[in-house]
């Protein structure tokens, strides 16, 4: 059984950064894609960064390209994102997943295990 725990999150100004943290245990990790997806209230769970198990391969929305970077470290078990130049429509709970396969999946249907979540606010 695959566990991920979320870090990170908080409170920033718009422009601001945040880097949040997604450590895994349970299971193999650097097989699994992993993923990035936030839920803000009312809306739906949407997609924000997916990495393949190498690292080789990343994906990301038009919302979020050229903001956000996704990065692994297989070595800690260990799935990162980099958040720049926030914006208050940025503000969701961050939800870390896992997939069973190993590509960088964009569908919440691909993963299979998820973390609790971190809440991330921008102020404008």
């Known amino acids: 059984q695959v566990q991920l725990v979320e870090s990170g999150g908080g409170l920033v100004q718009t422009g601001g950064s945040l880097r949040l943290s997604c450590a895994a245990s349970g299971g193999p990790f650097s097989t699994r894609g992993m993923g990035w997806f936030r839920q803000a209230p009312g809306k739906e769970r949407e997609f924000v960064a997916a990495?393949?198990?190498?690292?080789?391969?990343?994906t990301y929305p038009d919302s979020v390209k050229g903001r956000f970077t996704i990065s692994r470290d297989n070595a800690k078990n260990t799935v990162y994102l980099q958040m720049n130049s926030l914006k208050p429509e940025d503000t969701a709970v961050y939800y870390c997943?896992?997939?069973?396969?190993?590509?960088?999946?964009?569908?919440?249907?691909?993963?299979?295990?998820w973390g609790q979540g971190t809440q991330v606010t921008v102020s404008s």
């Open positions: 990495i393949s198990g190498s690292g080789g391969n990343t």
């Open positions: 997943a896992a997939a069973v396969g190993s590509y960088a999946y964009t569908s919440t249907r691909n993963y299979g295990y």
